[in-house]
């Protein structure tokens, strides 16, 4: 069983940053692969980006180059760094772990209860 806790969202103008925390409970988070998403009103969840368990990263390419994700397993915290923000990356950003990595959320066993990331314009 693994708990998942976000925090870090916020309101910020366009071309701002955020950086989203997602701390996970249990001892075996490094075995996890961690993914964040985020839903936005009216709209499906969407994949952000994952890291694997060994470190390997993946991005939607609406976030490339402006997120990036990462995990220290000492803290069994994994990040999103968003910068250049802009008024379409407004949404709830959760984060989820599951064995393994995939851009698909059903796949994914834990979420957390999301975080809201508003960016005016």
């Known amino acids: 069983q693994v708990q998942l806790v976000e925090s870090g969202g916020g309101l910020v103008q366009a071309g701002g940053s955020l950086r989203l925390s997602c701390a996970a409970s249990?001892?075996?988070?490094?075995?996890?692969?961690m993914g964040w998403f985020r839903q936005a009103p009216g709209k499906e969840r969407e994949f952000v980006a994952y890291v694997s368990s060994g470190g390997s990263t993946s991005n939607a390419a609406s976030v490339k180059g402006r997120f990036t994700i990462s995990r220290d397993n000492a803290k069994n915290t994994v990040y999103l760094q968003m910068n250049s923000l802009k008024p379409e990356d407004t949404a709830v950003y959760y984060c989820a772990a599951k064995y393994g990595v995939s851009r698909i959320p059903s796949s994914y066993e834990y979420w957390g209860q999301g975080t809201q990331v508003t960016v005016s314009s």
């Open positions: 249990g001892r075996t988070f490094s075995s996890y692969g």
